[in-house]
């Protein structure tokens, strides 16, 4: 096959080897390392270690504030990648519907893809903020006494909220390239047979979605595992006391701000694990139903 | 094309000369805003004041950030001169010998004044190791005081109370009845928790408190303090007490916008507050329970202190060295205390204030030192613990959870001492 093209296998690895190096020196060395000293007990500053064995890691086990940490990231990343894919899905079968002043609608929907994450965490504060917060003062209307950073759920509440509302933008542009790939006469041949929208959606439309959507589903699950590191630190204002953490914020708590290296490497090994589980799910058994055109 | 020319040239001709004459030396800080706008001022004055020395304050974000910068800085080898460490983070500094040059030795080599009884009571010796040498130097330096809004106390007929007793009994109701929330404060494990034991003279921790061994245990599960945020709950049911959660301006926002009548922060909080806020204002000391003193004590400082970083050339730790020296200064320090509303940290600065008449004009920025200057006693010099500032963490979690209702004080208390307990002999064994 096209393999005939390279005379040996030298001038390949060469092509590939910035890549491998690049690789190698941002994931495998630092990962390595953090694997490593997982097993140690460090002074923050560097001036000795301690080897403690699978300390750091029976430690968590049995920490109730880490585990409760644990089972809040499940449901956060649960709430998080379902609502804005489903919204975004919804917005992109509207907007492909759209015809008069197509381009604005798409345009006004993609906007809040250029903000960072810590500014959409700073205007969820604003949002939601005790004082001043517009819909703190909604929720009141409605005798909801609505308080961020004082009520667990209520913290919850807004990361998620934000979490979802930053990232509809992107998915709404995969969505909706996605849609507009999908064939004309499919389209046609599918009303000619079955007048029914709904239905059309579900049996035509969102199964030929699928590969858009898998794929989706791997960048949402990843981004509300990780990227939203921003919007939890500005919507707890850096002082977590009794709110929600995410193990990603967490990570940096104990590790960072606490200066607890070898506990907070178990952390993140832990995630990594996490995640090459997640991710051998996806493939394994996720990718086999769905069928690329 | 001419002009940049000329400019860059120009620009050239200034560092290098500028490198040429002086020692440059960098300061890492965590002032923010105005505060940094301060230790900007201070750096300035420095550098105005003689041409051997010049010094760059670098603003490193919060206090965890700062100690963390310098931290991954030091491990790398680019660790700057000077690095301003919170007393939360000063066992993790202090305990990493060869990370810092003690601020004594580093003066006494380099042929400066010190004498650590020139430094005000209350400053002394948080920040010494336990022969009651001067690691670092104190630098912004507060202590938790009780700040109320005068027009409210008025309105409701009453004065600052003295003790929690009369806050309970007579201030507290009388401030509801005049329409307010009586009381919130910003910080629980410094104000409630740290200074609690200190006002009261209660042993905080194991080997005095922290200061002489490794192998120390928290001794916070103490009836005086469960009694008191049994108290807190209690005056939170029957609207005398409000909490806005962990963040400090949450709760300090409702009293500059006078819902809350008196308010607990920090004597450095004074300069802010004296720029906002609209209703007439004064302070005092922090309240403490008769049924549990009857001679309540001082209180210790807050805030950071600076430390000189090892692993410079001599040049450049005497710059370090003339830099604390100008920084201990009596007019430093005044217009450090003037500006921002930290205590001068000499006995001298604090005369030379009131020689000025600062406090006739604001006596409300004389509580803090007023009450770092009271009698004390066997525990009032401060705490010694690693990893404080997780278990910090812990407290304002467990606090939280007191206040929403999610734990009992007693539940609450046993799972602070459990993981701080936890916590402190992991720092024991890091410390090998």
Redesign the interface.
């Known amino acids: 096959m096209k393999r005939a093209a390279f005379g040996q296998i030298g001038f390949p690895i060469l092509l590939l080897i910035p890549q491998l190096v690049i690789i190698a020196i941002f994931f495998y060395w630092p990962a390595g390392y953090a694997i490593q000293s997982s097993f140690y007990l460090q002074d923050p500053f560097g001036f000795g270690s301690t080897y403690v064995g699978v300390d750091n890691y029976t430690r968590l086990t049995t920490s109730r504030t880490y585990l409760s940490s644990f089972w809040f990231t499940v449901i956060f990343t649960t709430l998080v990648t379902f609502f804005s894919l489903a919204i975004a899905l919804l917005l992109a079968v509207k907007a492909d519907k759209v015809i008069r002043g197509a381009k604005t609608y798409r345009t006004l929907l993609m906007w809040v893809y250029a903000i960072a994450p810590p500014v959409a965490g700073l205007m969820g504060v604003m949002l939601f903020d005790q004082s001043r917060g517009n819909i703190t003062q909604l929720l009141s209307t409605f005798g909801y006494d609505y308080r961020l950073g004082v009520n667990y759920w209520d913290t919850a509440a807004a990361m998620i909220t934000v979490s979802i509302w930053k990232q509809i933008p992107v998915n709404f542009i995969f969505f909706l390239s996605g849609l507009q790939a999908i064939p004309r006469s499919v389209r046609e041949a599918a009303m000619i047979d079955n007048a029914s929208g709904t239905s059309r959606f579900w049996d035509i439309t969102f199964p030929l979605l699928a590969p858009t959507g898998f794929f989706l589903l791997i960048i949402n699950i990843t981004y509300a595992l990780f990227d939203t590191f921003g919007i939890v630190d500005t919507i707890v204002k850096g002082e977590p006391g009794n709110n929600p953490m995410t193990l990603v914020y967490r990570v940096f708590v104990d590790g960072f701000r606490g200066g607890d290296l070898g506990g907070s490497s178990a952390q993140s090994v832990v995630l990594m694990v996490l995640v090459l589980i997640l991710t051998v799910v996806q493939f394994r058994f996720l990718e086999r139903r769905i069928h690329y055109t | 094309m001419k002009i940049i020319k000329i400019a860059a040239t120009a620009a050239f001709g200034l560092t290098a000369t500028g490198s040429f004459a002086e020692t440059e030396i960098t300061f890492w800080h965590a002032m923010g805003g105005q505060l940094g706008e301060t230790v900007n001022q201070v750096a300035k004055d420095f550098n105005a004041s003689q041409d051997d020395y010049k010094i760059t304050p670098v603003f490193k974000g919060?206090y965890?950030e700062t100690?963390?910068a310098g931290?991954a800085a030091?491990?790398a080898g680019e660790q700057p001169n000077i690095i301003q460490v919170f007393d939360a983070g000063a066992a993790?500094?202090i305990?990493?010998?060869?990370?810092v040059i003690p601020v004594e030795d580093l003066l006494e080599q380099n042929k400066l004044d010190f004498d650590i009884n020139d430094y005000i009571a209350g400053v002394r010796y948080f920040y010494a190791d336990a022969d009651g040498k001067m690691i670092g130097m104190p630098f912004n330096s507060s202590t938790p005081i009780m700040y109320y809004n005068q027009d409210a106390l008025d309105a409701a007929g009453v004065t600052a109370p003295k003790t929690w007793e009369e806050f309970a009994e007579v201030t507290g109701p009388a401030l509801k009845e005049a329409g307010y929330i009586p009381l919130s404060q910003s910080h629980l494990p410094w104000i409630f928790t740290e200074n609690f034991f200190s006002r009261h003279n209660l042993q905080f921790a194991s080997n005095d408190n922290g200061y002489t061994g490794n192998d120390t245990e928290i001794m916070v599960n103490h009836p005086a303090i469960k009694a008191h945020f049994t108290a807190l709950t209690e005056w939170k049911e029957a609207g005398l007490f409000e909490?806005?959660?962990?963040?400090?301006s949450?709760n300090q926002?409702?009293f500059e916008?006078g819902k809350v009548a008196m308010w607990l922060g920090s004597s450095g909080s004074f300069g802010g507050i004296q720029d906002r806020v609209e209703f007439n204002f004064s302070a005092t000391m922090l309240p403490y329970w008769e049924a549990v003193t009857t001679e309540p004590t001082q209180t210790f400082i807050g805030g950071a202190a600076l430390f000189a970083m090892s692993g410079h050339d001599d040049a450049e730790n005497a710059a370090a060295a003339a830099f604390f020296d100008f920084l201990a200064s009596a007019d430093t320090q005044v217009m450090w205390h003037k500006e921002t509303g930290y205590v001068p940290i000499t006995e001298a600065a604090y005369e030379l204030a009131a020689k000025q008449g600062h406090y006739e004009e604001f006596p409300a920025a004389e509580v803090g030192i007023q009450q770092l200057s009271l009698p004390g006693g066997d525990f009032t010099r401060g705490y010694r613990m690693g990893?404080y500032?997780?278990i910090r963490?812990v407290m304002?979690?467990?606090?939280?959870?007191i206040?929403?209702g999610?734990a009992s004080v007693d539940e609450a208390f046993e799972n602070i001492e459990t993981e701080a307990n936890?916590?402190l002999s992991?720092f024991a064994?890091?410390?090998?």
């Not at chain 2, 305990?95 to 990370?99: K, Y």
């Not at chain 2, 304002?396 to 959870?401: D, F, L, S, T, V």
């Open positions: 919060s965890e100690l963390t931290i030091f491990r993790t500094v305990g990493a010998a060869g990370a909490w806005y959660g962990t963040g400090w949450d926002d409702p916008s990893f500032v997780q963490d304002n979690r467990e606090y939280g959870r206040l929403t999610e936890d916590l992991r064994r890091t410390q090998g």
